[in-house]
């Protein structure tokens, strides 16, 4: 493949800045604003080369954009391998306020959203996406708990994933269905049966953060919060202690209980999983 050829005009215009702001500041502000409309022309002449990249057997999603409103680094790092393997281009949100900002300047062609996000639902967004209409070809829920299908789908989502997310395949698959033949990849196809690893510092990460959250003597919905998050993060790390003691929490909270005893056990566990890394 070429290598991408990024222009030389920033390089002269940084130059002639430099020399108007010793002469003339109005000058040098007016030289910065147009450097800025330049780079910016730039980047998005950038991005329209990428996008009209033909997809290929090898790498099926080449030319696409998937926005992931996950908050969990662990979950996102898992879809960016994927997306790394696929030939796609992804960009991170961690909160529904977040995916809105990037909405109002980005048009990804793919919305993967998480049920369950710091600030609210996802089905909101879902909601929001598939009412406005802006160009996405497939809007994906994805969640820990399997209760959250139809409410992805009745708020609009083409398709619902339970974590664990990691076969390839199968993401390759789901968002391929999604798409009209003129955007699928020409001739046969060798189906992958690999499963991504993420990085287990995302995990880490991810178990750090809900310790934080803890430690910070969490109302009902923030324990709810948790329940939902740690439930997905096991999933996907194949922790059956760990899923089994966020579903736990779940249940006491469904069932109205404070859920104190269950906080409790489950901060024990990710205790442990924090240190078991740092002996590592």
Do not use: W
Not at 199 to 222: T, Y
Not at 265 to 272: F, G
Request: glycine share 6%; proline share 5%.
């Amino acid at each position: 493949m070429p290598s991408i050829q990024v222009p030389r005009k920033r390089q002269i215009t940084a130059a002639r800045n430099k020399t108007a702001r010793a002469v003339n500041p109005p000058l040098a502000i007016f030289l910065l604003n147009q450097n800025q409309m330049l780079l910016e022309v730039e980047m998005n002449d950038l991005e329209t080369m990428l996008m009209n990249r033909t997809p290929t057997a090898n790498r099926p999603l080449l030319g696409l954009t998937v926005l992931v409103v996950e908050d969990s680094l662990f979950a996102c790092e898992a879809i960016r391998l994927m997306c790394l393997r696929s030939g796609a281009r992804i960009r991170r949100a961690d909160c529904l306020a977040s995916a809105r900002n990037h909405l109002r300047v980005y048009r990804p062609n793919v919305v993967i959203v998480d049920m369950g996000l710091p600030d609210g639902s996802g089905a909101d967004l879902i909601r929001e996406l598939a009412t406005n209409a802006i160009g996405q070809e497939a809007i994906i829920g994805i969640s820990g708990d399997e209760s959250e299908h139809q409410a992805a789908i009745e708020a609009g989502a083409h398709d619902f994933v339970l974590k664990p997310f990691d076969s390839l395949a199968a993401f390759q698959q789901i968002i391929l269905s999604h798409l009209p033949a003129d955007a699928q990849p020409a001739g046969l196809r060798a189906v992958s049966n690999d499963q991504v690893k993420p990085d287990m510092l995302a995990f880490q990460d991810d178990v750090a953060h809900v310790i934080d959250v803890l430690n910070q003597n969490p109302d009902g919905k923030d324990l709810d919060y948790i329940a939902q998050f740690t439930t997905g993060v096991a999933k996907i790390a194949h922790d059956k202690t760990l899923e089994k003691a966020a579903k736990s929490l779940a249940k006491d909270r469904a069932a109205g209980r404070a859920g104190a005893a269950g906080a409790k056990l489950l901060s024990e566990i990710l205790h442990d999983r924090l240190s078991a890394r740092a002996i590592v």
